[in-house]
């Protein structure tokens, strides 16, 4: 008789029965995550094993292992990629070097509650929480947390005095729209006595000058060069500054105001500059209109020799603008070397001929309809031409003639009543040393009125950058052997002009 098998084999049936449901239900359970929820199985609510609270990510050589926290960081997560790759290892060593010789000069502790600013990745902050410094958090426009929340450097999302110590690397102050809002929130949400650490490219005394003039709130404490860790930026200069107590902040404007006794010093960073300027010409041109139109070609631009990337703002003033084409749009706009930065620019032109042209507002010009002058007062205008040239249509700008507030006498030019302005006291109320400020000046003569006026109000010293244009008895480009009469200089009292100005440490180029 067969032995009975029955219930031994019914069992297993159950068992495998049970043991398929079960896949079944991991199967269902897995497809509504990829599918439905577009989730990875690392989510604990619908997969039976979820990952580890904490995910250790160790970067060999940089001491203790920071811990980024699953919920940030998943293994499908292509960050993960990132904080494992060469580049990321690369910068984090870099930083941790870095914060770790701070550590030892006494300006970061492990206890220092401290910031990053605009830190796309968040290697700074990672470096930081490596070295021990665990209170750390990096802000940057789209946020990556745990290491970065979202916040920009000139709005930082903190209150005032909140930090003991601020970095910002990757020469990230360098390339800012708005340096000088970026400094200046360093430097609020910065504690009294605090450090803050600054990376940059630009390596000119101009430029640190510059950068020193935004961080007016606080002291210098140390300047070191050192490479960089990648292509990008090879060379890194390391700037600390300590927050000051008491220090108030005057928005960088150092002039004093007032009509008199006001005369400045330009500081010793802008004279280097005039003596790598190109060389005066020395004497008089027998034909102005070709020599001093070619001298042009041969000025060396004050941002081709340095960086002018820490200034509050940027300015051009074009006095004696006449049309829009005339200087503004066809050299300034197209010729000007402005390093990528938006200039606000200021027409000055009193001849009401040229006034419609900067109506339009695609021109982004601010026009001052008066003249320049030494006092607000109530001038005569006249509009004259040199012998030989020909009246034209007043549609015609080339032809018209040049506005002058002195007219020459028994000219038969054109006259009217104009108003002048104190040009030095407008310029005090508009710019401050802070501001990086380019001008060209060609007013007919009167810059042997303008040129003094600013030296006695201070007021050359908020000017980077002048163009000028010297007018003089020169020769006639009409009629040979005979010089103008309508200016009362000659050309030895213009050289004499460019000379002071740059004798005082004022970068001057001769314009035509």
């Given at each position: 008789m067969e032995p009975a098998t029955g219930k031994p084999s019914l069992f297993r049936n159950i068992l495998a029965r049970a043991l398929l449901f079960g896949v079944f239900i991991l199967v269902i359970r897995?497809?509504?995550?990829?599918?439905?929820?577009?989730e990875s199985c690392n989510r604990g609510?619908?997969?039976?094993?979820?990952?580890?609270?904490?995910?250790?990510?160790?970067?060999?050589?940089?001491?203790?292992?920071?811990?980024v926290g699953n919920d940030a960081v998943s293994r499908s997560d292509p960050r993960r990629e990132l904080y494992t790759s060469k580049e990321w290892i690369r910068a984090v060593h870099f930083y941790s070097s870095v914060f770790q010789d701070l550590i030892s000069d006494g300006y970061l502790s492990p206890h220092s509650k401290s910031l990053c600013v605009e830190t796309p990745f968040g290697q700074e902050v990672f470096a930081?929480?490596?070295i021990g410094v665990?209170?750390?958090?990096?802000?940057?426009?789209?946020?990556?947390?745990?290491?970065?929340?979202?916040g920009e450097g000139h709005q930082i999302p903190f209150d005032d005095n909140t930090f003991d110590f601020i970095f910002t690397g990757g020469g990230r102050l360098d390339v800012s729209a708005r340096p000088s809002d970026f400094a200046s929130e360093i430097a609020r949400t910065l504690k009294p006595e605090g450090f803050a650490v600054v990376h940059i490219t630009a390596n000119d005394t101009y430029s640190m000058n510059s950068l020193l003039d935004l961080f007016n709130s606080c002291k210098l404490v140390k300047l070191l060069d050192m490479e960089g860790f990648d292509s990008s930026m090879p060379f890194v200069?390391?700037?600390?500054?300590?927050?000051?107590?008491?220090?108030?902040?005057?928005?960088?404007?150092?002039?004093?105001?007032?009509?008199?006794?006001n005369k400045c010093s330009v500081p010793g960073h802008k004279r280097e500059l005039?003596?790598?300027?190109?060389?005066?010409?020395?004497?008089?041109?027998?034909?102005?209109?070709?020599?001093l139109k070619r001298n042009?070609?041969?000025?060396?631009?004050?941002?081709?020799?340095?960086?002018?990337?820490f200034k509050r703002r940027y300015v051009y003033v074009d006095v004696g603008a006449r049309s829009y084409g005339s200087s503004i749009g066809s050299w300034f706009r197209k010729q000007y070397p402005k390093q990528n930065k938006t200039f606000h620019v200021y027409a000055i032109e009193a001849d009401k001929h040229f006034h419609q042209q900067y109506d339009l507002k695609k021109k982004k010009v601010t026009l001052l309809p008066y003249a320049a002058w030494v006092r607000n007062e109530t001038l005569r205008f006249e509009i004259n031409r040199d012998p030989g040239q020909e009246?034209?249509?007043?549609?015609?700008?080339?032809?018209?003639g040049m506005g002058r507030i002195q007219p020459v006498k028994s000219s038969g030019g054109e006259v009217d009543e104009i108003q002048g302005f104190d040009f030095a006291e407008w310029l005090k109320n508009t710019v401050t040393e802070t501001d990086f400020v380019v001008m060209k000046m060609d007013v007919e003569g009167t810059e042997f009125d303008l040129i003094p006026r600013l030296f006695e109000t201070g007021a050359i010293c908020l000017i980077d950058e002048i163009f000028l244009e010297c007018h003089y008895n020169r020769w006639q480009r009409c009629c040979p052997g005979q010089r103008s009469t309508k200016y009362e200089k000659n050309y030895g009292q213009c050289l004499q002009l460019f000379t002071s100005l740059r004798d005082s440490g004022v970068l001057v180029h001769q314009w035509w």
């Open positions: 897995f497809a509504y995550v990829v599918t439905i929820t577009g609510d619908f997969c039976f094993f979820s990952m580890p609270q904490s995910l250790n990510f160790v970067i060999p050589g940089a001491g203790v292992s920071a811990i930081l929480k490596e665990e209170d750390s958090i990096g802000i940057f426009k789209k946020a990556a947390k745990p290491l970065v929340i979202k200069r390391e700037i600390v500054f300590r927050k000051e107590t008491g220090v108030l902040n005057h928005g960088g404007k150092r002039i004093p105001d007032g009509n008199s006794g005039v003596e790598k300027a190109e060389p005066l010409i020395e004497e008089e041109p027998l034909k102005p209109w070709i020599t042009i070609n041969n000025v060396k631009y004050l941002p081709s020799m340095v960086d002018i990337s009246e034209v249509s007043e549609l015609k700008d080339k032809g018209r």
